[in-house]
């Protein structure tokens, strides 16, 4: 009898064993708080209407105000070009990758979904990014156009940082959307005759 109720209680013992180290425990040793990183933009253009065959800057600095994160990109789109060669320089970045020119047909990622999903790029773009990307960090891209029309020259800026686990994880957060589905900061510079 003392033998039965021996093993009843490691057989007891064991299943409770088991019960905690495969159903109870993991999840609670697992559980990670979720980090929200996010990003800020500051664009200056130094003027808001240039004559034809003169240049302006652009000055972009990018923050983390929040959490690391694995990767930070900042995205400045051309709507009004068919090309950047000859009218977009970068005059300076100090990004830890190098720029990336993205072409009208590329493949790109939309909807914030780090390229699950994908559209055909519509207009040119500069992509400057880099990773990691700690609390408090800042990176700058300058940029020296010179439009080869006249009219409204108009800029897309925007910052996404990955992991994009809520909407701080962009900027900006709400206003005009782009073909990607991804909202854009709209900058514009009046192109006239001289």
Known sequence: M?????????AVSLVAYFSLTLFVLPPR???KPELVPQP?????????EINLGDSFEIKITSNNI???ADIQIVSLGFPSLGKI???????????????????IGDEVG???TAGL??????????????????????????LE???????EFTIYVKTVILPHYTDLAHYPQSGHLDYQDEYVEVYSVAVSNP
């Open 145 to 151: 156009i010179t439009p080869d029309s006249v009219g």
């Open 117 to 142: 999903k994908t559209v055909t790029a519509k207009h040119p773009s500069i992509e400057a990014f880099s990773r990691p990307v700690n609390t408090g960090d800042q990176y700058h891209i300058d």
């Open 40 to 48: 800020t933009l500051d664009v200056n253009i130094e003027k808001s």
């Open 2 to 10: 003392k033998k039965l109720f021996l093993y009843c209680t490691i």
């Open 85 to 103: 060669n000859g009218i977009v320089k970068i005059t300076e970045f100090d990004f830890t990758q190098s720029p990336h020119y993205v072409l």
């Open 66 to 68: 929040g959490d690391p």
């Open 110 to 112: 939309s909807e914030y």
């Open 29 to 31: 040793f697992l559980e």
